[in-house]
């Protein structure tokens, strides 16, 4: 069973770049036909999905945050990565990496789910 969890500082401050990394276990990052998803939740929101790599190493990004987002990944270490430059306060959130069949923006759906890691943007 493929497990997930979220690794990265904690605190961030404003106008520098938030860096997560995903370390997968029971399972390939390169395996087709899957879709490695960066997803966050500020307080007191919903879920907004970030962006994707998809197996094969194509990436996908939110519209909204398309300018200050990149993700990649390494497969020696089956691990994938998320950088949001210049951010502020309200990038604070719960962000979380999750695996889905499908391109989220076509179909929403994700099986599994890491635990989340919180992240704040302050001085």
């Known amino acids: 069973q493929v497990q997930l969890q979220e690794s990265g500082p904690g605190l961030v401050r404003p106008s520098q770049t938030l860096s997560l990394t995903c370390n997968v276990s029971?399972?390939?990052?390169?395996?087709?036909?899957?879709?490695w998803n960066w997803i966050r939740q500020p307080p007191g929101k919903g879920l907004e999905w970030i962006g994707s790599?998809?197996?094969?190493?194509?990436?996908f990004y939110s519209p909204s945050l398309q300018s200050r987002v990149s993700i990649s990944r390494d497969t020696s270490q089956n691990q994938f990565t998320l950088q949001l430059s210049s951010v502020t306060p309200e990038d604070t959130a719960v962000y979380y990496c999750?695996?889905?069949?499908?391109?989220?923006?076509?179909?929403?759906?994700?099986?599994?789910w890491g635990q989340g890691t919180q992240v704040t943007v302050s001085s």
């Open positions: 029971g399972g390939s990052i390169a395996a087709i036909p899957y879709y």
């Open positions: 999750a695996r889905g069949r499908k391109y989220y923006a076509e179909e929403p759906t994700l099986e599994s």
């Open positions: 790599i998809y197996s094969l190493g194509r990436t």
